[in-house]
């Protein structure tokens, strides 16, 4: 929309609950698109929203409330909830290296403007109310289920089985503003009466709020194509009669045995923290991510983890001695371009990946890791730091296990260094240990 700026938003967490890893590969996917526009020089402004109102457990609005749900179960309030997760949310995309957004509104903190939308949609004639609450009348938007080329008369059969409310006029409408749901806890007076916002209501407010009527980028997971992306051009379309988003990018599923993992039925490996407590390290997981193109599926196991992890160390383990592009210039710019290419061409980041592989560089690996977000200088620099006093008396200790040949002794020392956070190999000269970067 403006030259040198992009403004970008980016569909936020609900927080009632930890992030799974598949949630968090669509957050890797958007923390790269971030970062490749700032590598090509732009300004970016991201925002994304804290979805801590709760919604509805499936998207049509029928069901359990998420946030409500997770109350009663935890025996917290929905605001305790909802900060909490929010806190961990922000603590696993910090151990992934994905960059905080220049804004995080809160859901709860912006109800006004939801109130504002709802009423310009109401003078626009958009809207109707019933005794559940104030609808979103769809059959009176013109492109309704455009972005996701819905076939609404086929939507039918399956919508009404989720439709609870006999007065709602066409199974496609949904709701903007709950009335009558004593039972939830979080409630707000609103010209209709006391209620709270429907969820797709709050990305329409809070995106036009800080960012515009019409912005450059908006991203998601494909999952919310059908309903929630659907509604959000509705609503903000209906009221402003301007293009809402520019484009829109939406990031793949993340398959676990060929399955979507999600939320409600994850197995037990499921978070960051799980893979954490396997042993594995976040960045990893990150490096994992880049190894599948955002518009692909991509196939999560622990096997295939490992993979990435161990390549991963390979990348912090280059040195400038090996490295034949740091001086030869031409070359070096040349191999530039051609990453940089890969990457511009529609996030072409397994090519990227690829490509920085085949050079072995470490000056170039290094230049892009702005993109990338590997902490490759960091980690390198961690390989090479000199040894702790407690680590070095362990080494003393198996050097002398080993001249009395004393082998259980001499393994298990090894097996201490090592869960220090070290490698270990034997040399001629003794015990020989480096930090494990990864
Ligand atoms: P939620 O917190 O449920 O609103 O989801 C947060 C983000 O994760 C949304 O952009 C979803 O589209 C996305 N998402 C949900 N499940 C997956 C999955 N299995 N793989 C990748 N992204 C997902
Ligand atoms: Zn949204």
Same mark, same amino acid.
């Given at each position: 929309?403006?030259?040198?700026?992009?403004?970008?938003?980016?569909?936020?967490?609900?927080?009632?609950?930890?992030?799974?890893?598949?949630?968090?590969?669509?957050?890797?996917?958007?923390?790269?698109?971030?970062?490749?526009?700032?590598?090509?020089?732009?300004?970016?402004?991201?925002?994304?929203?804290?979805?801590?109102?709760?919604?509805?457990?499936?998207?049509?609005?029928?069901?359990?409330?998420?946030?409500?749900?997770?109350?009663?179960?935890?025996?917290?309030?929905?605001?305790?909830?909802?900060?909490?997760?929010?806190?961990?949310?922000?603590?696993?995309?910090?151990?992934?290296?994905?960059?905080?957004?220049?804004?995080?509104?809160?859901?709860?903190?912006?109800?006004?403007?939801?109130?504002?939308?709802?009423?310009?949609?109401?003078?626009?004639?958009?809207?109707?109310?019933?005794?559940?609450?104030?609808?979103?009348?769809?059959?009176?938007?013109?492109?309704?289920?455009?972005?996701?080329?819905?076939?609404?008369?086929?939507?039918?059969?399956?919508?009404?089985?989720?439709?609870?409310?006999?007065?709602?006029?066409?199974?496609?409408?949904?709701?903007?503003?709950?009335?009558?749901?004593?039972?939830?806890?979080?409630?707000?007076?609103?010209?209709?009466?006391?209620?709270?916002?429907?969820?797709?209501?709050?990305?329409?407010?809070?995106?036009?709020?800080?960012?515009?009527?019409?912005?450059?980028?908006?991203?998601?997971?494909?999952?919310?194509?059908?309903?929630?992306?659907?509604?959000?051009?509705?609503?903000?379309?209906?009221?402003?009669?301007?293009?809402?988003?520019?484009?829109?990018?939406?990031?793949?599923?993340?398959?676990?045995?060929?399955?979507?993992?999600?939320?409600?039925?994850?197995?037990?490996?499921?978070?960051?923290?799980?893979?954490?407590?396997?042993?594995?390290?976040?960045?990893?997981?990150?490096?994992?991510?880049?190894?599948?193109?955002?518009?692909?599926?991509?196939?999560?196991? $622990?096997?295939? %983890?490992?993979? !990435?992890?161990?390549?991963?160390?390979?990348?912090?383990? =280059?040195?400038? @001695?090996?490295? &034949? +592009?740091?001086?030869?210039?031409?070359?070096?710019?040349?191999?530039?371009?051609?990453?940089?290419?890969?990457?511009?061409?529609?996030?072409?980041?397994?090519?990227?990946?690829?490509?920085?592989?085949?050079?072995?560089?470490?000056?170039?690996?290094?230049?892009?890791?702005? $993109?990338?977000? %590997?902490?490759? !200088?960091?980690?390198?620099?961690?390989?090479?730091?000199? =040894?702790?006093? @407690?680590?070095? &008396? +362990?080494?003393?200790?198996?050097?002398?296990?080993?001249?009395?040949?004393?082998?259980?002794?001499?393994?298990?020392?090894?097996?201490?260094?090592?869960?220090?956070?070290?490698?270990?190999?034997?040399?001629?000269?003794?015990?020989?240990?480096?930090?494990?970067?990864?």
């Amino acid at each position: 929309m403006e030259a040198g700026k992009v403004h970008l938003y980016c569909c936020g967490p609900t927080v009632y609950n930890y992030a799974h890893i598949g949630n968090l590969r669509t957050y890797i996917f958007e923390d790269i698109l971030r970062r490749v526009l700032e590598f090509n020089g732009y300004d970016v402004t991201h925002v994304m929203n804290i979805t801590d109102v709760g919604h509805m457990t499936t998207d049509e609005d029928a069901g359990d409330d998420k946030m409500e749900v997770a109350a009663r179960r935890e025996n917290r309030s929905p605001y305790e909830i909802a900060r909490f997760y929010e806190q961990a949310f922000f603590h696993d995309t910090e151990r992934l290296n994905i960059l905080p957004p220049t804004r995080a509104p809160r859901a709860t903190e912006h109800v006004v403007q939801m109130i504002e939308l709802i009423q310009r949609l109401e003078e626009a004639g958009l809207t109707y109310t019933t005794s559940e609450g104030v609808y979103f009348d769809t059959a009176r938007f013109a492109d309704y289920g455009k972005l996701a080329r819905l076939n609404l008369t086929g939507q039918r059969t399956a919508r009404e089985e989720v439709v609870t409310d006999e007065s709602k006029r066409n199974p496609s409408d949904f709701m903007l503003w709950f009335l009558n749901k004593p039972s939830h806890i979080m409630q707000w007076t609103s010209p209709w009466g006391t209620g709270y916002p429907g969820w797709h209501i709050e990305c329409s407010a809070m995106s036009m709020t800080y960012l515009g009527e019409t912005f450059d980028i908006h991203c998601g997971g494909v999952d919310h194509i059908p309903v929630h992306h659907t509604n959000e051009i509705a609503q903000s379309e209906g009221a402003t009669h301007v293009p809402f988003v520019k484009y829109w990018m939406h990031g793949e599923f993340l398959l676990m045995d060929k399955e979507k993992i999600s939320k409600s039925k994850g197995g037990s490996i499921n978070t960051l923290q799980s893979l954490v407590d396997l042993g594995c390290d976040p960045l990893g997981y990150r490096y994992f991510c880049l190894q599948g193109h955002y518009r692909a599926e991509l196939n999560f196991s $622990v096997a295939a %983890l490992e993979a !990435a992890t161990t390549g991963l160390r390979k990348v912090y383990a =280059l040195t400038d @001695e090996d490295d &034949v +592009l740091k001086a030869d210039d031409a070359a070096y710019q040349q191999a530039r371009r051609r990453v940089l290419t890969a990457l511009n061409d529609d996030l072409g980041v397994p090519h990227a990946v690829g490509l920085l592989n085949s050079y072995q560089s470490r000056k170039l690996w290094l230049e892009f890791d702005a $993109v990338l977000g %590997l902490d490759i !200088a960091k980690r390198a620099m961690k390989q090479d730091e000199p =040894l702790g006093e @407690e680590v070095l &008396v +362990l080494i003393e200790q198996r050097n002398a296990a080993r001249r009395n040949r004393d082998w259980s002794r001499s393994d298990a020392l090894r097996d201490e260094i090592i869960s220090m956070g070290y490698d270990v190999a034997d040399g001629p000269d003794g015990t020989r240990v480096k930090r494990r970067s990864i």
